[in-house]
């Protein structure tokens, strides 16, 4: 059981820059196993990408470059080029266009998506779980479509969804929905489950509705391999970057002293 208790700032300041220090003589690639997947309270799917909506579903000014509204999301990832893809549930490769974009049919809702923008390896038959990484981005968004059945056409709006039940998020144009440039609400302020109101924001690794030192502490202590239990995923990734490491620490530490807001 971890009780909460109040460390000194100092002290955790210390740990961090010591796990800061070590972090930086580590040369091997990140790796990602879904930790830092993100998805509404309550929702069917996670989002494809941490970081912020552009265009979403129905938007007309898409119009302008395509020829018709946009039968999507395009989902910014907030660690730009080669941030992880992640798959939106659990489902199976159902066609493969090319090495940037993918169809995948998801088990339960049963649905079918379109996603390009990406890099990926994926092979048609491929089974995915829900929150897995499945491939990086291509640039520094994704373009995801819902409802992509055989014969589909992501141009084509009808043969489209609105992604909104999908995410437990209001996304759709048409209904008053706007996302005016430039493009600066996180995700989690586009979630409607709980009477509209969004997850506590980023930080609350303890999934307790507070943001402290405690906080920074359990991040510290997860990187380190101290602790067996993982932080909320969706609360602790402070930056969306995609994984949990003394980068989110700092962060929760200098939020907590009062240097950030």
């Known amino acids: 059981m971890f009780h909460r208790f109040a460390p000194s700032l100092l002290a955790l300041a210390t740990v961090l820059s010591l796990a800061l220090a070590a972090e930086a003589t580590l040369q091997s690639e990140p790796t990602f196993a879904g930790s830092g997947a993100f998805r509404c309270q309550g929702a069917d799917f996670y989002w494809p990408v941490n970081g912020r909506l552009g265009w979403i579903y129905r938007e007309p000014d898409a119009i302008s470059t395509s020829g018709s509204v946009h039968t999507g999301l395009d989902v910014w990832a907030s660690g730009g080029d080669g ?6 549930a659990d489902g199976y490769v159902s066609r493969m266009n090319n090495s940037w974009s993918f169809d995948i049919i998801y088990n339960d809702p049963n649905v079918e ?28 968004w994704v373009h995801v479509s819902i409802g992509a059945f055989h014969g589909y056409d992501d141009r084509v709006i009808e043969q489209t969804q609105d992604p909104s039940p999908f995410f437990g998020a209001n996304v759709n144009y048409d209904a008053g929905v706007r996302n005016p440039l430039p493009y600066t609400a996180q995700l989690s302020s586009w979630c409607t489950a709980g009477g509209g109101a969004p997850p506590p924001p980023g930080g609350d690794a303890l999934c307790d509705d507070l ?9 510290l202590q997860y990187t380190a391999n101290l602790v067996s239990g993982k932080p909320c995923a969706e609360r602790a990734d402070v930056n969306l970057d995609g994984v949990i490491d003394a980068r989110d620490a700092a962060l929760m530490l200098q939020y907590a002293a009062g240097l950030i807001t």
């Open 83 to 88: 941030s992880p893809v992640y798959a939106l």
């Open 113 to 140: 998506s379109y996603m390009t923008h990406t890099r990926h390896s994926l092979r048609v038959g491929q089974e995915v779980r829900g929150g897995q990484q499945i491939a990086v981005t291509d640039g520094d």
């Open 211 to 219: 943001k402290d030192s405690l906080d920074a502490l359990l991040i």
